[in-house]
């Protein structure tokens, strides 16, 4: 299995809304990642938690909160967004999180914030 | 700082003709290349990567690149050009010891029947 899910594959909030993006991976990967992207832009990288810990904080607003619950599962928690918030997020993972690994991407879930 | 160049924002061939999509880079050391792909409303795929054991890498779906370092070159390429090779393609750069890569800023390649 070389599959990441994420759920949902849309979604749309209030700026007062608080929701969750989830994502799942079972092929034993201890590096995962989360990215935006806007339309027409490369992924922009948020977030990376290696070993279930978070490694890397890309300067992120505090209104996107990372979880990693545990090797299979990241989510990405939101609340008081912005419509500039609106976008693709992607999730993926890999091995171990060195840059040799291919990361493998999930489909992503589109995000709009009204 | 690492970074990586795409040159030519959308490129559009014919069915059956060279695809050739470029990617520069600049890094004072040795980097890891990587190109992407991404077809409509999916995530990126690992098309190839370059990680200094040949110059010349193999990918999937009868792509390939070329690690040029007098160029600073990492151009992709595949001999003839099919339909659903139409993709937004990224190429992306890591330095050794680093856990990111940072992406170009893409090429749509469009294939005309």
């Known amino acids: 299995d070389t599959e990441v899910t994420q759920t949902p594959k849309h979604l749309v909030m209030g700026m007062t809304n608080k929701k969750s993006l989830k994502c799942e991976q079972h092929?034993?990967?201890?590096?995962m990642y989360w990215y935006k992207q806007k339309a027409k832009k490369p992924p922009e990288l948020m977030f990376v938690y290696s070993y279930e810990k978070l490694s890397i904080n890309e300067s992120v607003p505090s209104r996107f909160s990372p979880e990693c619950p545990n090797s299979s599962l990241l989510n990405l928690h939101l609340h008081a967004l912005q419509p500039e918030d609106s976008a693709l997020y992607l999730c993926?993972?890999?091995?171990?999180?060195?840059?040799?690994?291919?990361?493998?991407f999930g489909p992503g879930t589109r995000l709009t914030v009204t | 700082a690492q970074s990586v160049t795409q040159l030519g924002s959308h490129v559009s061939v014919s069915e059956g003709a060279l695809v050739l999509l470029r990617c520069n880079y600049s890094?004072?050391?040795?980097?890891?290349l990587f190109w992407y792909v991404q077809y409509p409303n999916q995530g990126l795929q690992l098309l190839l990567k370059?990680?200094?054991?040949?110059?010349l890498v193999k990918g999937i779906n009868g792509f390939e690149a070329e690690f040029k370092k007098s160029e600073t070159s990492f151009h992709l390429t595949k001999p003839s050009a099919h339909m659903s090779d139409a993709a937004e393609y990224f190429c992306a750069v890591s330095l050794r010891g680093a856990q990111k890569l940072v992406f170009g800023q893409g090429t749509r390649l469009t294939i005309n029947p």
């Open positions: 092929m034993g990967h201890r590096a």
């Open positions: 890094s004072s050391v040795p980097p890891y």
């Open positions: 370059y990680t200094s054991a040949a110059t």
């Open positions: 993926a993972s890999s091995q171990a999180g060195l840059v040799l690994d291919e990361q493998y």
